[in-house]
């Protein structure tokens, strides 16, 4: 990409910003127009973005924000002059209704006391045309910290990424729609829009097209840096028009302003309140528990009852009680206050609100009585648009106003090693892409996770494990322990025993006792029970009867105590269990459990049960993250047969279960389901019918991450590398 100018000259490693830095942390110290004017920016950026700088390293990180910010300021204002005078015409902005905090004057006071030059006198007019938004994206990112970036929620996003918002949402007259970024950061969709809008209008005079455009495409946002910034960008995407003499003025309408209305007198206009035709952009990820208690309290009173912005039930149903963020409240606000009827929305979000908790409002697809459509989600999971400092997996997201939800909903997912996000051409050139449906897990319940069509169909395959059904011994009453008979009996072949109620996904909810007389089936084991075992063998003597007239043929050999179903799989120091019966896909992986009378004993399953036996802790916690998984789930869904016994061998063996070297992030879902298995023992002190109507929010984001984990590799060639 050419820049058209030498980055190199003006970011923080250079000898400008050196100076200009230095004689402002100079003037912070003595200057008392300084210390005014820090104090207004720091309880502006308070009000709006709460306390980010709890987690931002260094000393009195507020202040090397300031300076940094004022420093960005600087540069972007000198561009802003110098392509004026370039262009010949004078650009007029909206009045902040007295929001902004005065940057100009300290900007002059540093340059007369520093003798630093006017930014753009060095820089030719040829250059000056050739800035781009990527220009400005990669300035504003070599002069503020990525620490400071990531703590104010700013992803700017690539040209490529906003050209494809703009072109999902197949605008059918671009010359006469209006647009709308409300947190415009860069200026980069306001850039893509004026492109759009310039290509219909290339047949119109310069001065009618300048007035169409600006009055046709908006930017707000809170942070003055970023309005200046978009403001240059507004210009610089007009320049093939501004050349004209028949323009003198223009006027970007970018605003300084809280397009949720929350923090202070708003600047926005009111003809935007009349509505416009597309909402676009990639909204703040700055997560609740940031904001101040006073925007959270607003928020509240204002907006979650009327749109429906309750991610959580129960006593989690506050704003504020989570790590959400806040993307997905913001864009629900703005479609709200300032997308008309059957308008349509194109949006940057992070890409696990497919699946995960604070997805929930993204998938319930209602904004108050405004229900939407979604049309179209690109998936970039793996891939970094947003560079390489960003770890956030994203996606963009297109929906349609005033209109039904139906599914499934198309999706585009990118892959690749080097991809280029400069363009949509470059992303098409250096990305491969695979064109597939989404759809919610539970067909009834939209705000359930939703799966891949092409994931779905990758967890079907081989199973690399042998799948054991739990003990069978048809006589409860003679093999069922009760604490006093543990008193009259050995307790050496008593053991934990669970049935169909005792396990929930990820752990157990208590156990019985059973008595397992035999370590395998049809073990001619008399002669040494009845002299180790005297008191267990005359136990079971005394209820031969009961025991020779059980109906089952699998218990005809053996002893007359036999049991079926044992093995040296049951004692296999870790399992991964599940019951069979109804359809209760709940997974879990149990070992030993502390009995009262018994001390740590290895878990047995029950009849009810099928289990896979393993020797190694990794490889059974990361089958069940697997099985626990909703693209699993929703599979086990689709092939599972409405009869008594819907997870059977058969059915769960048509699952990809590869063997833990051959699972993709195997170690890491692993560790996720140790987590899980950590988390659930805290929840089950209460009955199983309140542990049922519970939700674990602690649980979420873990449940989360495996789900983004399985999709990812399921999708990308199946469970199994091949």
């Not at 300076?67 to 370039?86: A, C, I, M, P």
């Not at 697997?626 to 599979?635: C, G, M, T």
């Amino acid at each position: 990409m050419t820049t058209g100018i030498d980055i190199a000259t003006l970011d923080r490693r250079s000898e400008r910003y050196r100076r200009f830095v230095d004689r402002a942390r100079d003037l912070l110290g003595t200057d008392r127009r300084f210390q005014r004017a820090h104090a207004q920016w720091l309880r502006s950026l308070e009000a709006s973005h709460g306390r980010i700088f709890e987690e931002v390293s260094g000393a009195a990180p507020e202040r090397e924000l300031f300076v940094e910010s004022l420093y960005f300021d600087f540069t972007v204002s000198g561009l802003l002059e110098r392509l004026e005078s370039t262009l010949g015409v004078t650009v007029t902005t909206p009045d902040s209704g007295g929001r902004s905090v005065a940057l100009e004057p300290l900007h002059e006071r540093i340059v007369a006391s520093s003798g630093l030059d006017p930014v753009g006198d060095s820089i030719t007019d040829s250059a000056l045309r050739a800035i781009d938004v990527g220009t400005l994206r990669t300035l504003y990112e070599r002069i503020v910290s990525r620490e400071t970036r990531l703590a104010l929620g700013e992803y700017y996003t690539p040209r490529g990424v906003a050209e494809l918002a703009v072109d999902s949402l197949q605008i059918d007259d671009p010359a006469s729609a209006t647009m709308l970024d409300p947190g415009c950061g860069s200026g980069v969709f306001l850039s893509v829009c004026i492109d759009r809008k310039l290509a219909a209008l290339a047949d119109r005079p310069p001065a009618e097209t300048v007035e169409t455009v600006t009055s046709s495409v908006f930017g707000i946002d809170l942070n003055p840096v970023a309005v200046k910034t978009s403001t240059l960008a507004y210009l610089i995407a007009l320049c093939p028009v501004l050349d004209a003499e028949a323009v003198e003025t223009v006027a970007p309408p970018v605003f300084h302003a809280d397009a949720l209305g929350l923090t202070g007198t708003s600047a926005v206009p009111a003809e935007l309140f009349a509505g416009v035709d597309y909402l676009l952009g990639n909204p703040p990820w700055i997560t609740w528990d940031r904001l101040s208690e006073r925007v959270k309290t607003r928020l509240r009173e204002r907006y979650v009852d009327e749109l429906g912005l309750l991610p959580h039930g129960g006593a989690a149903a506050r704003l504020g009680h989570s790590n959400d963020d806040i993307s997905i409240p913001f864009v629900w606000i703005c479609l709200d206050r300032y997308l008309r009827a059957g308008g349509a929305v194109s949006v940057v979000l992070k890409r696990d609100l497919l699946t995960g908790p604070a997805g929930a409002i993204l998938r319930k697809l209602q904004v108050g009585d405004r229900s939407l459509s979604m049309s179209h989600v690109h998936d970039f999971a793996g891939l970094a648009p947003f560079g390489s400092q960003v770890g956030a997996d994203a996606a963009l997201y297109t929906m349609w106003a005033d209109t039904d939800p139906s599914f499934p909903a198309e999706l585009t997912a990118w892959t690749g090693e080097s991809v280029d996000f400069s363009t949509r051409a470059a992303l098409a050139e250096t990305a491969d892409r695979t064109e597939t449906t989404v759809a919610p897990l539970d067909p009834d319940d939209p705000t359930s996770a939703w799966i891949r069509a092409d994931a779905e169909r990758g967890a079907l395959g081989p199973c690399a494990h042998e799948i054991r059904h739990g003990t069978k011994d048809d006589a409860e009453a003679v093999f069922s322990v009760d604490r006093d008979l543990l008193d009259r009996i050995e307790p050496d072949l008593v053991y934990p025993y669970i049935k169909s109620r005792h396990v929930v996904k990820y752990g157990l909810f208590g156990h019985e006792l059973r008595l397992v007389p035999v370590k395998k089936a049809n073990q001619d084991n008399e002669a040494e029970l009845r002299e180790r075992y005297p008191e267990t063998y005359r136990y079971l003597a005394d209820r031969r009867e009961q025991l020779t007239d059980r109906a089952s043929s699998w218990l005809d050999d053996g002893p007359f105590y036999n049991v079926f179903g044992v093995g040296e799989y049951t004692w296999s120091p870790y399992k991964v269990v599940w019951c069979r019966l109804g359809f209760n896909p709940h997974f879990a992986v149990v070992s030993t459990v502390e009995d009262p009378d018994l001390g740590e004993k290895l878990v047995v399953p029950g009849d009810h049960y099928m289990f896979i036996g393993a020797d190694d802790e990794q490889e059974a916690h990361a089958l069940c993250a697997l099985l626990n998984s909703a693209v699993y789930q929703k599979s086990l869904r689709d092939i599972a047969s409405a009869g008594k016994s819907s997870l059977s061998k058969a059915v769960v063996s048509e699952l990809a279960l590869p063997r833990f070297e051959d699972l993709p992030h195997g170690d890491r879902l692993a560790e996720l389901s140790m987590q899980a298995h950590d988390i659930v023992p805290g929840y089950t002190d209460r009955s199983k019918r309140a542990y049922n109507q519970l939700t674990i929010e602690e649980l979420q984001p873990v449940q989360a991450e495996i789900d983004r984990l399985v999709e990812e590799s399921v999708a990308r060639g199946g469970a199994v590398e091949r």
